[in-house]
């Protein structure tokens, strides 16, 4: 069969200049995305309520090993929706949400205090497909 | 490729404020519980519905928008040569197979309606005295979910289920069986003012929608109940006065809801008495109806969508339908927060209900601004119009036709909704109280937020958005066609119907393009 595939891809390579792109394309689409899952760090520092960056979207790619580390001077519990990962910051410190991003799909994290309701999501994690 | 520089770009970016807080973590570091990655069972107080669809991307947008633009002009050319014949559609009646006889027949009917009834009574008891967390209670997934969504999706894709299971109307049924009152309450002729035509059921759906788009308390087990029962209370007391079957008809937002996205379905019934294809009766009329008379239709997907005409009462009721359908994926959309942040700076007079009111008056404008549009083009038809017609004749005869997109977008903007947030089920179903039971052995069960890839969700959006786009220039062109009698004059008096499809379906495509925020 490879063999067979080679020469089918040689022919068309051999042939016009659409099919050749398009093949191109179609190679680039199937075998391109596959590079290995990275490691990818974010942070998020949360000063007298202030988040910087300020409603950041993190976009990582399908498998992605990724790490939010998140600072606050007050104490708050941090939520990453969907994947549903938790953890508590304790007043002035830091905590780290570590996550293997297996599903796609845009993620609100959020930050649950007692008192108010409605908030804004801390930031958001887009977990594009590979 | 493009995508990771970019991220890296901006993971640098967020390093810069980090430095302040680099102490923090090396000295708290040492002896905190860092990750705790908790299972979680029990989830967040409020992170009930929520939906994670990326949006579609750049590419895959314009491709939808040039093929729904392409298509367009097309099937335009092609219609000016069309001329459909006014003759009935391909029909088939499933009845006469006998696996279609036992779903049609009243013992499945009776199966459906009594499982519906336990499942009210299991939501309004869940409400009322579960666990008050929405995601641990079963009333709030149920009645979003599988009943809201749920029900739309099977009466667009299947039939009127909505009709056959009702379970307010089983158990008014019941109750009149088991009084053998002359008057005999539901089945008594009571006519329904005519000058009410659907107008209530149009005030009730709007207060509905307010409540599902809206209202805060939506997701709230215990306020669901009680709506439940004062839902009840109304209908109840309707269908005594006006009898069953009228109250269904013209009074009930989601009898009248479901019923006119089951036009869209494959199936109907039907009784045959010399029934034309447009004498559209309900489910009722059907089982009431003696075995032989019974007909369940199976037809190409759409067809019941070219009903002559319908009254003024139900065109608005479609529009408004539709308007909310649309408002709910607006809502969501950067552009809509940042008009209400404006809004929200704007009028702090308004004090802390701010938000709910802005939202109230954006849901009835835009229920105006869809009316009105309709309005304007209706005219335009009758402007384009070679036969004399009234705007009212005009509005009444393409309004069914649009149905298609609402449908389409539907699918585009719930599909992964439905079947991320629907998995919930599994988990409650064990446990519906929230009291922490485990009936089925399912109550550990944790959704599966990969069952359906991003990709998977974009192309299915798409080639719903588009087809359901072209299923309704095509009904449009029947309807034309049907009314004017020549392909030629009918497509010209389409255009300014093609027009608004175009932007419908380019609204729709915008929407799910648009990032969702909260």
């Known amino acids: 069969m490879p063999k067979q595939a080679l020469q089918a891809f040689a022919h068309i390579m051999r042939r016009g200049q659409p099919a050749r792109l398009l093949l191109v394309a179609t190679f680039l689409g199937v075998f391109a995305p596959h590079v290995a899952a990275e490691r990818r760090v974010f942070e998020l520092t949360i000063h007298d309520g202030e988040v910087s960056p300020k409603s950041a979207v993190f976009s990582v790619v399908q498998n992605d090993e990724v790490v939010v580390q998140i600072a606050s001077d007050q104490p708050m519990h941090i939520h990453l929706h969907g994947y549903d990962v938790e953890s508590d910051i304790p007043p002035n410190g830091v905590t780290r949400l570590r996550f293997r991003a297996t599903a796609t799909g845009r993620f609100p994290v959020e930050a649950h205090n007692e008192q108010k309701r409605r908030r804004r999501p801390l930031a958001y994690i887009e977990v594009r497909p590979r | 490729m493009r995508t990771s520089k970019f991220v890296r770009a901006k993971a640098i970016q967020v390093s810069t404020p980090k430095n302040s807080g680099g102490s923090h973590s090396g000295r708290l570091g040492v002896g905190l519980p860092w990750i705790s990655i908790v299972a979680c069972a029990s989830a967040s107080a409020h992170g009930f519905g929520a939906r ?80 008050q967390t929405p995601t641990r209670n079963l ?79 939506r997701s709230i087990p215990s306020h669901l109940a009680w709506l439940a029962v004062g839902y009840s209370v109304i209908t109840w007391t309707g269908m005594y006065w006006f009898g069953r079957d009228a109250w269904l008809r013209h009074a009930d937002p989601f009898a009248q809801a479901f019923s006119i996205l089951a036009k869209f379905a494959p199936t109907e019934t039907r009784v045959a008495a010399g029934v034309t294809a447009q004498d559209r009766t309900d489910c009722g009329q059907y089982y009431r109806a003696a075995e032989s008379a019974r007909r369940w239709i199976l037809r190409p997907p759409g067809a019941g969508l070219l009903v002559p005409a319908t009254p003024s009462s139900v065109v608005v009721f479609v529009i ?161 066609v049907r009314d004017v009698g020549d392909g030629r004059a009918a497509a010209r008096c389409q255009v300014p119907m093609l027009v608004l499809m175009v932007a419908y379906t380019m609204m729709s495509l915008w929407i799910i393009a648009q990032p969702i925020v909260e």
């Open chain 2, 52 to 131: 994670y669809d990326l949006p579609l991307p750049l590419p895959l947008w314009i491709a939808g928008a040039a093929a729904t633009v392409l298509l367009s002009f097309f099937l335009v050319a092609i219609f000016i040569r069309w001329n459909p014949g006014g003759g009935a559609t391909a029909e088939l009646d499933l009845l006469r197979w006998r696996i279609g006889r036992a779903i049609g027949g009243k013992v499945s009917r009776c199966i459906g309606r009594v499982l519906a009834v336990a499942g009210l009574i299991v939501i309004v008891v869940a409400g009322l005295i579960g666990n």
């Open chain 2, 139 to 217: 009333a709030p997934t149920a009645i979003w979910i599988a009943w809201w969504v749920g029900f739309s999706y099977l009466s667009a894709f299947i039939g009127d289920v909505w009709c056959v299971v009702n379970p307010w109307a089983a158990l008014f049924e019941w109750y009149e069986n088991s009084t053998p009152d002359e008057r005999s309450l539901g089945l008594a002729q009571k006519t329904w003012p005519s000058r009410l035509g659907v107008w209530l059921a149009t005030g009730l759906f709007i207060a509905f929608a307010w409540i599902e788009l809206i209202w805060d308390g």
């Open chain 2, 320 to 480: 408004v339908m539709l308007s909310t359908v649309t408002f709910d994926g607006l809502m969501a959309t950067p552009l809509w927060q940042r008009i209400q942040n404006a809004l929200y700076e704007a009028l702090p007079s308004l004090g802390d209900s701010r938000l709910t009111i802005i939202d109230s008056v954006g849901l009835l404008s835009f229920c105006a601004a869809f009316l009105s549009i309709y309005r304007f083009v209706a005219v335009l038809i009758v402007k384009a119009s070679p036969k004399p017609m009234t705007v009212e004749a005009a509005s009444q005869k393409f309004v069914f036709t649009l149905v298609p997109i609402a449908i389409a977008y539907l699918i585009a903007h719930y599909l992964s909704y439905f079947l991320i947030q629907g998995q919930l089920l599994i988990r409650l179903v064990s446990d519906p109280f929230g009291f922490g039971w485990n009936i089925f052995g399912s109550a550990q069960f944790r959704p599966d937020i990969g069952i359906v890839g991003a990709r998977f969700v974009w192309y299915t959006s798409l080639i719903a958005i588009v087809l359901g786009h072209v299923i309704a220039i095509c009904l449009a062109h029947v309807v034309a």
